[in-house]
């Protein structure tokens, strides 16, 4: 849901970040963007604007806004901003306003998508959605990043919840290299 939830706002191009707003404990933070995604991402941009400024033009391309916002900012529901980053490709109506929009796409697709992967890898331990959030704390670890790093871009409250993924720091005998390997 992080990913889904993130807008256009969100993800900095020029500082390589990304800010995760209301993710784990109900908490914003910040978080790397990848580099290595930065021009396909860009692409998708680009082609989600298109639709969302022709939403617009057809008196569409509204996005529901967090808490108050919506009175506050009345207009600020079709700025290009605002929008998400995947939305869906259908429309909502509310009845009550008249207002029409797009939503983010829901988590399921998402989920079946990396299911589906998962099942043509031919992987056999499971794999969900979430497990993407360990292996990137996981490599962050084996890469040599100290632990208090690690919690902060997880959004942990404690570090001792981020301690748990330590286990890849203590791998015995099988993480031992031989010193005659550096011959």
């Given amino acids: 849901m992080e990913c889904l939830r993130l807008r256009v706002q969100d993800v900095d191009f020029s500082l390589n970040q990304i800010i995760v707003r209301d993710g784990k404990g109900n908490k914003d933070r910040v978080t790397m963007f990848p580099s ?6 860009s692409k998708h941009l680009n082609n989600v604007k298109m639709i969302h400024e022709q939403d617009v033009a057809k008196g ?18 079709k700025e290009w901003r605002w929008q998400w980053i995947f939305p869906q490709e259908s429309i909502w109506h509310n009845k009550g306003t008249g207002e029409r929009g797009r939503h983010h796409i829901d988590e ?11 099942t043509a890898a031919g992987l056999v331990k499971r794999a969900t959605c979430h497990t993407f959030r360990h292996s990137f704390a996981t490599h962050l670890l084996e890469d040599g ?4 790093t690690v919690q902060e871009l997880l959004g942990h409250k404690d570090v001792k919840t981020t301690m748990i993924y330590t286990h890849v720091l203590n791998k015995g005998p099988a993480a031992v290299r031989s010193p005659a390997d550096n011959l």
């Fill in 36 to 41: 290595s995604i930065k021009e396909k991402l």
């Fill in 60 to 77: 569409l391309g509204r996005v529901l806004l967090p808490d108050a916002l919506t009175r506050k900012y009345p207009n600020a529901s």
């Fill in 108 to 118: 399921s697709i998402v989920q079946k998508a990396v299911k589906g992967a998962v």
């Fill in 145 to 148: 990043y100290d632990i208090r």
